[in-house]
């Protein structure tokens, strides 16, 4: 009943619907363009992390600052004095800049041994670059030798040099992150009262509208950096890099392929829908209202305030690939009808085809929402956000395609179809033929292929490279390879070490006046008289023991803390250590500027604790992350001796990875989630569970292989790949509902499985191929993309469709004809 009142409806007021779907679009249109594209690290975290909360804490605790890197390579001696004048330079430059807090250049540093001299000394005339009688020699042999600068500030050869370009705080947005941070933390507890709900809501509401409004000022800074730092290119070789300008460009980069690949897949798709169909309607319908759902998913996506982030960029293909299976069968099925009755009118061919095809279309849709509506129990925003995006879009393109591909064919006259391509298309009876007569090789094929799908899932590497999002040709790639190689790694890692309070330190404490302490008088301020009771031999020897530790590890670049400094004071005392005298007459007398460099960021004698700053070598092939932490973690209690609760891993290295983890996973038990629903909308759309069970089969085929050839190619499961298992089902189980749905249609007729097979691929399947087909050519554009996530992605996907259209014409009719799953006819 209702299907024929919608039929009646669309086709007797289509001018008015179209009216409708125009309108719609140009409102949501309207909407879609304050969509905002997110990389920023705050979307790869983990609200509920425990992490999180450490290295929040540890950061408030420290001097850290959000950070640039300018990596220059002067074509003069690095000492020169047109060099000198060129560093100089920019770094007045770059202060110009707005937002721009101080730069950190090796004009900058304190020099401790060019020449050497004692602790005295040095604190009461910090010599630098630019101070007056410096010997170039010895500056040059501290920069390439000492431990605080080595691969640091200048590389081995003493032909690269870092200039650290240090961003302003922003208190503000630290402000109203603090106040959403609260209500978060407080949820984790208890449950919030109503009150405490409607703040948080606000506090939420307002930390995000401020994120989007200073996004683009972040943009522009660092655009400002590249272009202050482009006039100096004359002088030596510059790269860009930090994890903000990582996740700037990767925004770009999304950004660009988006325009440039969206439209260029529209452009081919457009060529092989009429190399397919020779007729300009059955070109313009897909695109048509291709365009219209993606439009208007955008438009509702960004009235719900969701953000596509690196997890979700891939949600407009996707629908893409929905919405044109949904009116390439719609067409092809037309087109049936039309040669099987070209007396009818527009209207009953219409009737016709809805009535065949809107069942199984909304089944598919149906179990599409089942499939991705498991993303949206796993906890993890960016994913659950992914899967909100895709249920809105099937949903819209549903219904745009049920409105709009009536509405159009009853505006066009009706027009005998080309069949050219039809009849010159053969693949669907071969396949037909395979399956009557080759079953057995069938069989083989799939068992060596699920044997090979196995061998590479083992194989499967959760991983997550920066720099090999990018191609080498890229300048992003060759400047974070520049930083990797030449000074001390990329990605930061931080290590917190807490020391239990001495009996002998709570006694010094409580002590006032003694001689010791009156010794020193002079030149230790009142708030800083327990400085140089903190450090203590017992101290600096685990503070060095975990410093060489962590310098050992080879995926380790640099390593920077207090134990840095200790061991230039070697270098200073001819072997011998800093005692704690003069470490605490460093710490508190030297003068502010430099402290902010060597001391105050690697300890903090209120908390009673030590920091080191790592630096992984992100380049590195053989680079592990999660076994690395892990590595980390356990040598430092067997090796070191540290107790578990004394020291903990954060920094955004730990959270990535955490994240990662997470992401990992909630695919496998969204997956296992997925196919529980999956299973569930089968048996309820067949009512038999031996159909269910082969449909299962058939759609674990393209998931199996993608995970197999990913494992063997050593392509790694990652941030920007985690989502392929959701295509892989979503696009075979759009397949396998429309083959079943046909079969047992074609079945009814005669019982006959073999020609009911035999003529499910002699209509149906067309459908099928001429889908992928498209699809297939018009994502292969995506290979030529500089950003690799993109360029992968399009691969798997076209590896995707080759695998499940094989499966489905191939695998699925031969599992039928074989357990006769539709029953028997007696």
């Not at 100089?88 to 707005?98: F, N, P, Q, R």
Request: overall charge negative; proline content about 3%; some cysteine.
């Amino acid at each position: 009943m209702f299907l024929q009142r919608y039929i009646d409806f669309v086709t007797d007021h289509f001018k008015s619907v179209l009216i409708f779907v125009a309108i719609a679009t140009g409102i949501f249109g309207y909407y879609a363009q304050s969509l905002s594209i997110d990389a920023s690290a705050e979307t790869l975290l983990l609200e509920n992390d425990v992490d999180l909360k450490l290295t929040r804490e540890v950061h408030g605790r420290y001097i850290s600052p959000d950070y640039l890197v300018v990596a220059f390579s002067p074509k003069e001696h690095m000492l020169s004095e047109s060099t000198i004048a060129t560093i100089k330079a920019l770094k007045e430059s770059l202060l110009h800049i707005k937002g721009v807090e101080s730069v950190t250049s090796l004009l900058d540093v304190a020099l401790l041994e060019s020449p050497p001299m004692a602790v005295s000394e040095v604190v009461k005339n910090v010599r630098t670059l630019l101070s007056e009688g410096i010997n170039k020699t010895m500056v040059q042999k501290e920069f390439t030798s000492s431990p605080l600068y080595a691969k640091n500030l200048v590389s081995d050869d003493f032909k690269t040099t870092a200039i650290l370009v240090n961003l302003k705080e922003d208190a503000k947005y630290t402000e109203l992150l603090q106040k959403r941070n609260v209500f978060i933390e407080l949820q984790q507890k208890r449950e919030l009262s109503k009150e405490e709900k409607k703040e948080f809501e606000a506090a939420k509401k307002a930390f995000k509208e401020y994120g989007y409004s200073t996004r683009d000022e972040v943009h522009q800074l660092i655009e400002n950096v590249r272009s202050t730092i482009n006039p100096f290119r004359k002088d030596g070789e510059l790269f860009l890099g930090g994890v903000m300008m990582i996740a700037d460009d990767m925004i770009g980069f999304v950004k660009s392929d988006i325009a440039i690949y969206g439209t260029a897949i529209m452009l081919i798709m457009v060529l092989m829908l009429w190399v397919i169909f020779k007729q300009i309607r059955f070109v313009v319908l897909p695109i048509l209202v291709s365009f219209c759902a993606v439009i208007i998913t955008t438009g509702i996506n960004a009235l719900m305030g969701l953000e596509v982030t690196v997890v979700s960029s891939n949600y407009v293909a996707m629908q893409l690939i929905t919405t044109l299976s949904l009116v390439i069968h719609l067409i092809v099925s037309y087109r049936e009808e039309y040669a099987l009755y070209p007396h009818f009118s527009q209207k009953e061919l219409l009737e016709i085809t809805l009535k065949r095809m809107s069942v199984p279309s909304v089944f598919i849709i149906l179990t599409s929402v089942a499939g991705f509506g498991s993303l949206m129990t796993c906890g993890i925003l960016p994913i659950i956000d992914l899967g909100t995006m895709m249920n809105i879009g099937v949903t819209v393109s549903l219904i745009t395609a049920y409105l709009l591909f009536p509405s159009m064919m009853m505006l066009f006259p009706k027009k005998e179809p080309v069949l050219t391509f039809d009849k010159a298309f053969t693949l669907n009876t071969i396949f037909a033929q395979i399956v009557e007569h080759h079953g057995r090789k069938i069989i083989v094929i799939v068992v060596a292929i699920l044997g090979f799908s196995l061998v590479g899932t083992t194989q499967l590497v959760v991983e997550n490279s920066f720099i090999n999002y990018f191609k080498k040709s890229t300048e992003i790639y060759q400047g974070m390879q520049k930083i990797d190689n030449n000074l001390g790694g990329t990605t930061p890692l931080e290590i917190v070490v807490k020391f239990p309070e001495t009996k002998s330190e709570e006694k010094a404490k409580s002590t006032t006046g003694s001689d010791e302490l009156d010794s020193f008088a002079d030149e230790f301020t009142e708030t800083d008289n327990n400085a140089q009771y903190w450090f203590t031999a017992q101290k600096m020897e685990t503070i060095l023991k975990v410093h060489d530790y962590l310098v050992s590890l080879p995926e380790v670049g640099n390593v920077s803390s207090l134990g840095t400094l200790t061991k230039v004071g070697r270098i200073l005392k001819d072997g011998k250590d800093f005692d704690g005298v003069e470490l605490a007459l460093l710490y508190n007398e030297l003068p502010l500027e430099f402290k902010k460099i060597l001391l105050s960021p690697y300890v903090n004698t209120d908390y009673n604790e030590a920091r080191f700053v790592v630096r992984i070598v992100d380049s590195n092939k053989e680079l592990r992350r999660d076994e690395l932490l892990k590595k980390i973690q356990t040598d430092l209690e067997t090796k070191i001796g540290l107790k578990k609760e004394d020291f903990k891993l954060v920094g955004m290295m730990v959270l990535y990875n955490n994240m990662l983890q997470s992401l990992f996973d909630s695919q496998i038990s969204t997956l296992g989630l997925a196919l529980l629903s999956l299973g569930a909308m089968f048996l309820f759309l067949f009512r038999s569970l031996k159909i269910a069970v082969v449909a299962l089969t058939v759609n674990m085929v393209p998931v199996s292989v993608i995970f197999g050839i990913m494992g063997i190619t050593g392509i790694p499961l990652d941030i920007m790949s985690i989502t392929i298992a959701s295509i892989a089902l979503g696009i075979t189980v759009d397949n396998t509902i429309h083959y079943f749905y046909r079969f047992r249609e074609e079945l009814a007729r005669d019982g006959d499985y073999i020609a009911s097979m035999h003529r499910a691929h002699g209509t149906i399947a067309f459908g099928m191929f001429y889908y992928s087909l498209a699809t297939i050519v018009g994502f292969l554009v995506l290979v030529t993309s500089n950003f690799i996530p993109t360029l992968i992605f399009g691969l798997l996907t076209v590896i995707v469709l080759l695998v499940a259209i094989v499966s489905d014409l191939l695998f699925s009719p031969l599992l039928v004809v074989t357990f006769k799953p539709f029953g028997v006819k007696k």
